[in-house]
């Protein structure tokens, strides 16, 4: 299956708090996992991205854990902050080796979240 | 760097007329250029992946000669959307890639077609 699930669909978290979003795959040829913060109006950017090789990765304020065995992973915003509102889209890939060229990436269907102050 | 620009950042057109919008991969050589859909509150939809110099691939569901897809240089991809009618009016998104993963998205062009 190509399917990438995502939730929740939307959350609400106090500033500060911690900001949890999970996904979850069926197709165990998946290496590549990378989550995207797209704002109203504009191209998703990419904020941090993991392989399965690794269970966990961390940059500043974001982490991913990676679980293999349960085909899931998530994304953890810590100390969350009003700036952070946006629209989270997880993903996932494979490699299919077409002599360099990039891989497809298949999106989760995002998680609108709002951070109040 | 990675930077991915699209122009125009809006376009409204009349239904039947054609639009073009361009892809820029602006400090490094794309080797493909991804075309993406997005409906308002959904998630992106690839539409067709393109690499220089050969014909695009389209997802299933696209129609090939209604989304024209042009990658003539390692920085510039087209995508060129024929007879549009109000249907067809979404947010358009591309990205760039030099090979392997990594994806740099532009920051999409808004089609309305009245």
């Known amino acids: 299956q190509q399917q990438v699930k995502q939730s929740p669909q939307s959350l609400i978290v106090q500033k500060g708090g911690i900001s949890i979003i999970n996904c979850a795959y069926e197709n165990t040829a998946f290496d590549y996992f990378p989550w995207y913060q797209q704002f109203p109006g504009k191209g998703p950017a990419l904020l941090i991205a993991i392989r399965p090789d690794v269970s966990e990765k961390k940059e500043g304020r974001f982490t991913i854990s990676f679980n293999k065995s349960a085909k899931q992973f998530s994304l953890h915003i810590m100390d969350s902050q009003p700036g952070d509102s946006a629209t989270y889209f997880c993903a996932a890939s494979m490699t299919m080796n077409y002599g360099g060229a990039t891989n497809k990436l298949i999106f989760g269907t995002g998680t609108l979240l709002a951070v109040q102050p | 760097g990675a930077v991915v620009s699209q122009h125009p950042s809006w376009v409204i057109c009349k239904s039947g007329t054609s639009v073009k919008i361009e892809c820029r991969s602006l400090?490094?050589?794309?080797?493909?250029m991804f075309w993406y859909r997005q409906f308002p509150k959904q998630s992106l939809m690839l539409m067709a992946t393109?690499?220089?110099?050969?014909?695009?691939?389209?997802e299933q569901g696209v129609e090939k000669d209604k989304f024209l897809i042009n990658h003539a240089s390692l920085t510039l991809s087209t995508l060129t959307v024929t007879s549009a009618h109000p249907e067809d009016s979404s947010f358009y998104i591309c990205s760039a890639s030099l090979s392997g993963d990594t994806q740099y998205f532009g920051p999409g062009t808004r089609l309305t077609v009245l």
């Open positions: 400090d490094f050589q794309a080797t493909t």
């Open positions: 393109s690499n220089e110099g050969s014909k695009a691939t389209y």
